[in-house]
Nanobody, 115 residues
Framework: QVQLVESGGGLVQPGGSLRLSCAAS????????MGWYRRAPGKQRELVASITTGSHTNYAESVLGRFTISRDNAKNTVALQMNSLKPEDTAVYYCNTWPWDVNYWGQGTQVTVSS
C-alpha cells in the first residue's frame, strides 16, 4: 500500500519555474515506477513524466526539455522540476505509480501559469 501527497504548486508567470514534490508512505514505494500526471480544465488526465526504480525517465512530448522528474528512494519522494512554464501547463498535477493505480490518487497540487 502506498499513500501519496503532492505539494509545491502555485501561481507562476510564463517562463517561470516550479518544483513539485510527492511524499510517499508505505514500503512499496521503492519497488514501483512512479509518474507525474496532470489534468487540465476540460481535458483528460495525462501522463507528464515517469521514472522507473532504476531512474530511467520518459516524458510527454509537450514537456520534453522543460520538465525533469527525479526520485529519492531513501526519502520516499518523487520530484518534478518544471522550467519554462507555459499557460498550457496549467493543471492539477498528481503523482501516482506508473502505470497508475486507482487507489493511489491524491488531492493533487494546482499549477497555474498566467501573467
Amino acid at each position: 500500500q502506498v499513500q501519496l501527497v503532492e505539494s509545491g504548486g502555485g501561481l507562476v508567470q510564463p517562463g517561470g519555474s516550479l518544483r513539485l514534490s510527492c511524499a510517499a508512505s508505505g514500503s512499496a514505494f521503492s519497488i514501483n515506477a512512479m509518474g507525474w500526471y496532470r489534468r487540465a480544465p476540460g481535458k483528460q488526465r495525462e501522463l507528464v513524466a515517469s521514472i522507473t526504480t532504476g531512474s530511467h525517465t520518459n516524458y510527454a512530448e509537450s514537456v520534453l526539455g522543460r520538465f525533469t522528474i527525479s526520485r529519492d528512494n531513501a526519502k520516499n519522494t518523487v520530484a518534478l522540476q518544471m522550467n519554462s512554464l507555459k499557460p498550457e501547463d496549467t493543471a492539477v498535477y498528481y503523482c501516482n505509480t506508473w502505470p497508475w493505480d486507482v487507489n493511489y490518487w491524491g488531492q493533487g497540487t494546482q499549477v497555474t501559469v498566467s501573467s
